[in-house]
């Protein structure tokens, strides 16, 4: 959990001379709000807060937050730089504290749209595979994520000595929350999630760049968790952006099949 504003334990303290604070951009999208919490709709290409991969980055997610709601405000998690949709936040220690806790007990349901290289033979399968916790973390630890083939396609674009290639539209729902987790699952089993470049294929990248399509194709599509309040079930969903959109369009029963996926009963936005 991470407190947004706050500095890390240890590090000590700069004045505002000393540190050059950007111009806020655009707030992100409220996907809900209320006195306790609020999930709002990452863009892909902002980090959630600094980190060791910053590598210089001065325009965090954590920062636009706090000064959209203009209070302190609690992360419940993160999503990478490069990843678009959901991202759970609480304004006070308490409803943080519960939120957490549900996190850690699997009471949080997460669910992502990804198009990956290749089509995965089965229509639903599981991935255990253990991660290490990225750089500088070399213990492996468990990491599950069970994935759902909703759509798949074939372009007329060549590719390793075939005169097409196939990609698929999945859905991703990961039981653990380690680094990277559904990238390097996706690596692990040769169906490279398209659009990253870590641990992704550079040919089929390319070619979606091609297409007009630069971004990662992994968006948060949806959140599940009891409110920390009353415990009532909570169900939000974020829609993709305009690029993401343009690669769904690729699919033939790709809109319908995100629908499907992201069908329960939902909790509208309050449109701040």
């Known amino acids: 959990m991470t407190i947004a504003g706050e500095p890390p334990a240890g590090a000590g303290h700069a004045s505002d ?59 419940v998690h993160r999503l990478d730089r490069a990843t678009s949709g959901c991202l759970l936040l609480a304004f006070d220690r308490d409803s943080a504290s519960a939120l957490g806790r549900a996190l850690m007990a699997g009471a949080v349901e997460k669910g992502y749209l990804a198009v990956c290289r290749g089509w995965p033979a089965d229509t639903a399968f599981t991935v255990d595979h253990a ?12 990491a599950v994520t069970h994935f759902a ?37 996706l690596k692990h089993l040769s169906h490279h999630l398209v659009g990253d470049t870590s641990h992704g294929d550079g040919r089929h990248n390319r070619q979606f760049r091609v297409l007009g399509i630069h971004r990662m194709l992994l968006h948060a599509q949806t959140l599940a968790f009891p409110h920390p309040f009353d415990g009532r079930a909570m169900r939000v969903t974020a829609p993709v952006d305009a690029e993401f959109a343009r690669a769904m369009a690729l699919f033939a029963d790709g809109a319908a099949a995100v629908d499907a996926a992201a069908a329960g009963h939902d909790v509208a936005g309050d449109g701040r």
């Not at 991660?131 to 468990?142: A, C, E, I, T």
């Not at 396609?153 to 987790?181: H, I, K």
Request: proline share 7%; no cysteine.
């Open 17 to 75: 001379a000393d540190v050059a604070m950007p111009a806020l951009p655009t707030a992100l999208r409220t996907v809900y709000a209320d006195d306790q919490l609020a999930v709002v709709d990452k863009p892909a290409g902002l980090m959630v807060h600094d980190s060791a991969l910053a590598r210089g980055e001065t325009d965090f997610a954590a920062h636009r937050l706090r000064a959209q709601f203009g209070r302190q405000v609690f992360l």
């Open 149 to 185: 083939r909703l759509a798949t396609t074939e372009l007329a674009l060549p590719s390793a000595g075939f005169d097409t290639s196939r990609y698929a539209l999945l859905r991703a729902s990961p039981v653990s929350g380690r680094f990277r987790q559904i990238r390097r699952h």
């Open 131 to 142: 991660l290490d916790g990225g750089p500088g973390k070399p213990v492996k630890k468990p």
